[in-house]
């Protein structure tokens, strides 16, 4: 009898293990691109793992949320970046509608305007004129 209880309770935490293993939860990689401009309305593709195609989802750049967002495999979301106030680096936030809530830091800096100007200098290693 002895047997057959240790045997009952290796079985279940073996299968507990394995239920537990089957939940993949996700995971945030990188961005591409890991910049744009304030104004948004740039398409952004977030690489990870555990995303499902069959899921929403909801992505935040610092405070605002993405007007756009959405799985296109089990390694890639993609979204559209909504305009923000100031350039500055923020955190993306992922939320799936299960619940689950990742945060890549620091991922993605938001930068004035993608234009050449004046002021932005020329050329290489800080050069600022003729």
């Known amino acids: 009898m002895k047997f057959f209880t240790v045997s009952a309770a290796v079985v279940a935490v073996l299968a507990l293990l394995v239920v537990s293993g089957c939940k993949k939860e996700m995971h945030l990689d990188s961005l591409k691109p890991a910049s744009g401009i304030m104004s948004g309305n740039e398409t952004v593709q977030i690489k990870g793992s555990g995303f499902k195609k069959e899921q929403g989802i909801t992505v935040y750049f610092g405070t605002e949320r993405c007007p756009t967002a ?55 290693k800080g050069r600022s004129g003729p």
């Open 70 to 124: 959405f799985v296109e495999g089990s390694r890639k979301v993609v979204v559209t970046t909504p305009t923000y106030s100031k350039s500055t680096l923020v955190d993306v936030r992922v939320i799936s509608d299960d619940g689950e809530e990742i945060i890549l830091r620091k991922a993605f800096k938001f930068i004035k305007s993608a234009k050449w100007s004046p002021m932005d200098g020329y050329g290489s």
